[in-house]
């Protein structure tokens, strides 16, 4: 469990507000991944980096969600202004070439 | 760029029964494919894999087979019990570009005791 850490686990905010995701992971990986989970749609892949670039963000739905990694240990995910679609859970997930996905525990948004 | 169809999205089985799900990929470049699975509330974890290079993979219950012809693979869990109740996810990737995990839809799998 201590591969990917994910702050904060659970964030209830109001619409209009900034949200900031946070992800922590182990040193010694080359890809980080932000996946979003809801029932519909599942588990969609917004962005990734590799070696702290980013490689493809098509999967950003709109302009109101923005990512960094300015360092390997560091991953921020943030939504600006939040809407009450964007109520979902969010994985970082880590993961080094040739090797599986590891998932931090999530964090779980609602936007009332 | 890569897409993976799953399926079914549910699944009911009695215990003790077998359970078998279905993934098909579209880049032949793919040469990776993890299995997850997600219990309520918690996030995937990795239950088996397969590479390329190999036809079928066991581990205990579970099993993964791969079609690279047909890209297909699937995953299989013999005796099913309760506790295997749960999402499960197929994924593709080519390890050979940028790791891209592109992962299916998911099936609901209940074992009914």
């Known amino acids: 469990d201590a591969g990917v850490i994910q702050s904060p686990r659970h964030e209830v905010t109001e619409m209009g507000q900034e949200v900031t995701l946070r992800c922590k992971p182990i040193?010694?990986?080359?890809?980080l991944f932000w996946y979003r989970q809801t029932m519909m749609r599942g588990l969609e892949l917004l962005i990734y980096f590799n070696n702290n670039v980013p490689i493809d963000d098509s999967g950003m739905p709109e302009d109101r969600f923005s990512a960094k990694m300015p360092n390997a240990s560091f991953s921020t995910l943030k939504i600006q202004p939040s809407e009450p679609r964007d109520s979902a859970v969010y994985f970082c997930a880590i993961s080094s070439r040739g090797t599986e996905a590891f998932f931090g525990q999530g964090t779980r948004l609602t936007v009332v | 760029g890569e897409n993976v169809e799953q399926h079914p999205s549910t699944l009911s089985v009695q215990e003790g029964d077998s359970a078998v799900i279905k993934c098909t990929y579209s880049?032949?470049?793919?040469?990776?494919f993890p299995w997850y699975k997600q219990e309520l509330g918690k996030r995937p974890q990795l239950i088996i894999d397969i590479r390329s290079n190999v036809g079928e993979k066991k581990d205990q219950r579970i099993a993964v087979t791969l079609n690279k012809t047909a890209k297909h693979f699937s995953l299989h869990i013999t005796e099913t019990q309760p506790e295997d109740s749960a999402v499960y996810f197929c994924?593709?990737?080519?390890?050979?570009?940028?790791?891209?995990?592109?992962f299916g839809t998911g099936t609901k799998l209940q074992v009914i005791p």
């Open positions: 994924a593709a990737i080519n390890s050979g570009g940028y790791q891209k995990v592109t």
């Open positions: 040193s010694g990986h080359d890809y």
């Open positions: 880049d032949s470049a793919s040469n990776y």
